[in-house]
């Protein structure tokens, strides 16, 4: 057994001082304040962390780990531990890979390679198209996220653009469909009319008017609408505007939102400085839009922070507001630079463990993970708080892209532990090279 104490327990909206005790894999026990002599005296591991936070482990229900066919940028084993270093120990990865997640084949060879080199739990999306309904039925939703329908836009090739398959998918899916919200032909009349007007070689500065409120708007209000007709328990992933808060009613439970670390950090003034290693899909939108979204997350209206976490290389992340590649990696920092949010007293602590912990974990009913209670796995993360800040920097980074949006930010927290299943996947800057993972098993109601 392993005593965790002398720290600040986060969970179920307290932040208290308090312990934990990690047996077998699981939480054998939560306490308030210290623990007895006894306790101590019977436990193989005792582990002071003067201090620190004791949090759940972060789980991240939008990743893209570019496995398989896309490993030139990133490879399940390189962004797991990525993960973990930031705290992440589950992921949900997207099906926008080659070959595309949309068969059972698919989605078992992910499955195999995952058991094989994560170093996190894992689960992974299956891919709607406008042909493979039937295929989505058959999947084992017990072990299966959710559909990924990718609404009016793509970034993958699997645009559902057929109504009446849409329509199935929104009837009969016993599962989340979450859904990547932008209308194509809005996209598609801003990027015309500004080639147009200026040229091809456009600025990435124009990427979030090609990539408009508009097209965000009506490509969500259309999935909320339809969601409403058929009852289905829908996602929205990485809400991107004001305007679309709108749409999401917090009464309505079958009908849930996300917001991503980078929409909830960025603004479009920073495309003056950092350029295309913002450039993301949906767009890096106003000030007025992020700081609503901030508030949006304080209030419960966004149920999930997550990260959308896609790496590129370097070179893929060149050229102009068209060609440059859209995505960034994110979940090594993604933690630390929400609780720098706090620090900055935007957020509270609390509300940083229940949208990147709890919600997840409820949300999609994901068996005993995102809350530190006896009987729970031991996924469990330490973070210590710093006076003095850490500039994050391209060095830092464990991603296989090298690079983050991130470089020059100042974070006051470092995480310092995580274990996953109760096993240290990350010491003190040491990753374990043992695979403790296992995959994330969802209670369908």
């Not at 229900?61 to 962004?79: N, Q």
């Not at 068969?103 to 689960?123: F, G, H, P």
Request: overall charge negative.
């Amino acid at each position: 057994m392993e005593l965790i104490h002398n720290g600040i327990i986060v969970n179920e909206n307290l932040a208290e001082r308090g312990f934990l005790v990690i047996n077998g894999g699981f939480i054998a026990r939560v306490g308030k304040g210290n623990p007895s002599e006894e306790l101590i005296d019977v436990c193989d591991t005792v582990t002071d962390v003067e201090g620190a936070y004791i949090i759940p482990g972060v789980i991240d229900d939008h990743v893209h780990f570019r496995e398989p066919g896309l490993t030139h940028k990133a490879t399940i084993a390189s962004e797991s531990r990525a993960a973990v270093a930031g705290g992440v120990t589950s992921f949900m990865d997207m099906p926008n890979v080659k070959p595309v997640t949309t068969t059972l084949e698919a989605l078992d060879d992910k499955m195999q390679r995952a058991a094989k080199d994560s170093v996190a739990n894992y689960s992974f999306y299956i891919g709607a198209t406008n042909d493979n309904i039937d295929t989505l039925k058959q999947a084992d939703f017990n072990r299966v996220c959710g559909v990924k329908a990718f609404m009016g836009s793509s970034t993958g090739g699997m645009l559902v653009n057929d109504a009446k398959t849409l329509k199935r998918i929104f009837s009969e899916i016993p599962a989340i469909v979450a859904v990547h919200c932008e209308d194509e032909d809005i996209i598609a009349a801003n990027r015309k009319d500004l080639v147009e007007k200026h040229g091809d070689e456009l600025p990435v500065t124009m990427h979030t008017a090609i990539r408009s409120e508009e097209a965000c708007y009506k490509s969500t209000s259309r999935a909320v609408e339809l969601a409403k007709q058929c009852g289905t328990r829908l996602h929205v992933m990485h809400i991107s505007t004001a305007r679309e808060l709108e749409l999401f009613d917090p009464s309505n439970k079958n009908i849930s939102c996300e917001a991503c670390v980078g929409h909830l950090w960025f603004s479009d003034e920073d495309y003056e400085r950092l350029g295309n290693r913002i450039k993301v899909n949906p767009s890096i939108k106003t000030v007025a839009d992020r700081d609503a979204l901030r508030k949006a997350v304080a209030s419960g209206k966004i149920n999930i922070i997550a990260t959308d976490h896609a790496p590129h290389l370097p070179a893929e992340k060149e050229g102009n507001c068209i060609t440059a590649a859209s995505g960034m990696p994110m979940a090594q920092f993604s933690l630390v630079t929400m609780l720098e949010l706090v620090e900055q007293g935007v957020l509270s602590i609390e509300t940083v463990v229940d949208r990147m912990c709890h919600a997840p974990a409820k949300l999609f009913g994901i068996d005993r993970r995102g809350y530190l209670q006896a009987g729970y796995y031991a996924d469990v993360v330490v973070v210590k708080h710093n006076d003095a800040a850490h500039t994050i920097s391209d060095d830092d980074v464990l991603s296989l892209c090298q690079w983050t949006p991130l470089t020059g930010t100042n974070v006051h927290h470092e995480v310092v532990l995580t274990y996953v299943n109760g096993h240290k996947a990350y010491d003190h800057g040491e990753i374990s090279n043992e695979i403790n993972s296992r995959p994330l098993k969802f209670i369908r109601k």
